[in-house]
């Protein structure tokens, strides 16, 4: 079960803070096929929000393929972010390297945060996150 | 009292007439109280004045103690229309409008209309069947006294409201001015005063200047002086006596001339009196007073009342 | 179209007979289903409207329909909880709900408003009167739910609160009002009280709306540019401008595109669009199509 937490300052919608808060849940195998979402109404009590907006959150996620809400039970997930790397993955293990190297030639964390990012947004670039 | 057993108490009542009456239980039940205690006061003397011998000494400080506690009472029934009517106006309608609770009430499915006339339908049945009882106590332990204590409790006089239904005629006018005071006045204390006021104006009005007026007046004639005006049974206004040609001499032209060695009698014969008059009410008026007066305080009361739905239609949108 | 919940045609309210008006010429519709602010500053009518939209107070001139009726023949479906949070002080909770019951007669949920005050830990037998204010809110929002209404009309109602029991209530309220689709309006003077929570907005001044419709399309209407000081194309609505030094910042409405110019552009945020629309009276009335009345009913003089 995933817990929605949402920041009103961040400037970024708040369905997209849940659609997103989501699929990093899914990447990260905290959900998996077959979990449900918490209900509409428990996220509204919880955070206070806008009840058409974890409707319109869970919608998206639905439209995206990611789960299904089947009549009077809830949401479910029905399909997790396949692209997600486990603890012990090749790709995880060459990243940890290279944030050594990054750190061996003196930068700190936000240096090679600001890099990362800025790395991603160039090969990314048009995608929608 | 817990709220379990006051809700039982109050079995059948549902809808607004619940809320009103939960609302208001205590003063309810100190109403209802003081009823009970009236009618238990009055039963244990009506019992004690049965069955003793009337020169006993614990039948007459009996007969005693009630003359006095009658005469108590009927100085102070004036105060009961007034309490009333400080009690509609104030904790019944204003403090409604005073504490904002209104604003919850008249948004319920229930209208204000309604709520309005619950409100005072539950209040008159409570306080006009009660006031009717002491009524009824009140003629019932008089009609007991021995005829000298009655005297103190003539027909006429403080004891006439609380002998018929000009009492009960006077709380509902309490009724009807309280609701309509609180629905302008709009804060509890305030109204309460202002309703309490008029009542006992109104009262006033009745009590000092309309009411011998109220039924046509009986004028006694007599050659000798008239005895009856010296006893309870008649309600006497003016007296004196008539010359030759019919003009008045009244008594009280003649009062003070007792220094001078003549009784007012001579002085008026002197002044040309042949014979004697006098305009009274006898007792027989008494049913047709109060039933007049009962009557022009029922309609006062009922303007009052529609006044005050007038005022609470015109106030609130939606209030029908 | 469904039938609007409030739909207000040239509202007016003046109290006295040459008094202030405290509602006037206000215009608007707000849609089923949606959770309104009723945003502005203290005195700006919004308490007298809501009034007006509860059926407390008659309004002076205008129409205006709830739930396509008079308030007064809307009563079953409405319900309006002042910023006093009036209830009997010698109740009890339990009570208090009783009391709901009976002047509901056919459509009180007493599930629904037992449940809502248990989730506030509270004792039914407990008096009003010792009940501290969120306690008494928790209350009273029971009150209003339990009778179902289509419309829920709320003022200032978390004004008193601590921030955990504002959040639990706002919560509790969302939660029951997005399960049964009921239109809610709160107003207050506090925005960040209800950014997230509604998504729709009536801005109030003076009496009148201001803005008007759903957040977000509000939001997109207009634009918050900064840039070197320049001259604003005449067909741009500008709400208001500030120049510091060379640099300029300014909240226009975007009703010509392009915006030109060597600006910055982004879109406002919720507190800078209200903000700014406070500070600058002169701007004009701004309401979304949905948030546009269509005609009352024809000739159906003042609604009372």
């Known amino acids: 079960m995933v817990e929605y937490r949402i920041d009103r300052r961040s400037g970024v919608a708040t369905y997209l803070q849940i659609v997103q808060q989501t699929k990093h849940a899914l990447r990260l195998g905290l959900l998996e096929p077959g979990d449900q979402l918490p209900t509409a109404r428990a996220v509204v009590e919880a955070t206070a929000i806008n009840p058409n907006t974890v409707l319109k959150a869970y919608r998206e996620l639905e439209r995206e393929g990611l789960v299904e809400a089947r009549r009077g039970m809830g949401t479910f997930v029905t399909r997790s972010l396949g692209a997600a790397q486990p603890a012990d993955s090749p790709l995880r293990e060459e990243l940890r390297k290279w944030a050594e190297r990054a750190r061996s030639s003196g930068m700190d964390k936000d240096d090679v945060a600001a890099l990362f990012t800025s790395v991603l947004d160039q090969i990314f670039e048009g995608e929608q996150g | 009292m817990s709220a379990t057993s006051s809700i039982s108490l109050l079995p059948r009542l549902s809808g607004p007439r619940w809320v009103a009456a939960h609302q208001h239980r205590t003063t309810g039940r100190v109403f209802g109280g003081f009823v009970a205690v009236s009618f238990l006061a009055v039963a244990a003397f009506l019992a004690v004045s049965a069955g003793a011998d009337p020169k006993a000494d614990f039948a007459q400080s009996a007969d005693t103690g009630m003359t006095m506690l009658l005469q108590r009472v009927a100085g102070a029934g004036m105060l009961l229309p007034a309490l009333v009517g400080a009690f509609v106006a104030g904790p019944l309608v204003a403090r409604e409008l005073e504490s904002g609770t209104y604003t919850w009430l008249w948004t319920q499915s229930v209208s204000p209309v309604r709520w309005l006339a619950t409100k005072l339908a539950l209040v008159s049945a409570v306080t006009l069947s009660g006031t009717a ?26 004891a006439y409201e609380m002998l018929g239904p000009v009492q009960v005629a006077m709380c509902a006018l309490g009724i009807g001015v309280g609701a309509l005071v609180g629905l302008l006045v709009r804060k509890t204390v305030p109204a309460m005063v202002v309703a309490g006021i008029t009542v006992l104006t109104v009262a006033w009005v009745f009590t000092g200047l309309l009411r011998k007026s109220l039924w046509p007046v009986e004028t006694l004639v007599s050659k000798t002086p008239i005895e009856s005006l010296h006893t309870p049974a008649v309600w006497d206004f003016a007296d004196g006596m008539l010359t030759a040609s019919g003009t008045r001499v009244l008594t009280e032209t003649c009062w003070g001339t007792e220094g001078v060695g003549k009784t007012p009698e001579q002085c008026m014969a002197d002044l ?22 009962s009557g022009l305080l029922l309609v006062l009361a009922g303007l009052a009342v529609a006044v005050a739905f007038r005022v609470l239609r015109g106030r609130h949108a939606g209030a029908s | 179209m469904s039938i609007a919940a409030i739909e207000a045609v040239g509202l007016g309210k003046r109290y006295g007979r040459l008094g202030k008006w405290a509602v006037q010429d206000c215009s608007f519709r ?45 009563r079953q479906q409405l319900a309006f909880l002042a910023q006093e949070k009036p209830l009997y002080p010698q109740f009890t909770i339990e009570e208090t709900l009783r009391m709901g019951q009976e002047l509901n007669p056919g459509h009180w949920d007493a599930e629904r408003a037992a449940r809502i005050v248990k989730e506030g830990d509270l004792d039914p037998g407990t008096k009003v009167r010792e009940l501290s204010g969120g306690q008494r809110t928790r209350v009273a929002l029971a009150l209003c739910l339990g009778k179902q209404p289509d419309l829920l009309l709320l003022d200032e109602p978390m004004a008193d609160l601590d921030p955990l029991a504002r959040h639990q209530l706002m919560g509790n309220l969302l939660a029951e009002a997005g399960e049964s689709g009921t239109t809610v309006v709160i107003s207050s003077h506090i925005l960040a009280e209800l950014e997230g929570a509604c998504d729709y907005l009536l801005l ?36 208001e401008s500030k120049v510091t030094g060379r640099h300029m910042t300014a909240l226009v409405r975007r009703d010509s595109e392009p915006l030109g110019g060597d600006w910055e552009v982004v879109e406002p945020t919720l507190e800078e669009l209200l903000l700014a629309h406070m500070r600058s009276p002169q701007a004009p009335a701004l309401l979304t199509p949905s948030a546009e009345p269509q005609a009352v009913r024809a000739g159906a003089g003042v609604a009372a």
């Open chain 2, 133 to 158: 009882v002491l009524v009824v106590l009140f003629r019932l332990a008089r009609g007991a006294l021995s005829a000298e204590a009655q005297f103190s409790l003539s027909w006429y006089d403080t």
């Open chain 2, 272 to 293: 040309g009196g042949v014979q004697y008059f006098a305009d009274v009410h006898p007792e027989s008026h008494f049913w047709p007073l109060q039933l007049i007066e």
């Open chain 3, 204 to 239: 109030m001044e003076n009496g009148r709306i201001r803005l008007g419709g759903e957040t977000d399309e509000l939001l997109s209407a207009h634009a918050l540019l900064s840039g070197p000081v320049t001259e604003i194309g005449a067909g741009t609505t500008v709400v």
């Open chain 3, 30 to 74: 707000l849609p089923q289903g949606q959770i309104c602010a009723l945003v502005g500053p203290n005195g700006a009518g919004k308490s007298t409207l809501l009034g007006q939209l509860a059926g407390l107070v008659r309004p002076s001139r205008g129409e205006l329909r709830v739930m396509g009726k008079t308030p007064g023949a809307a």
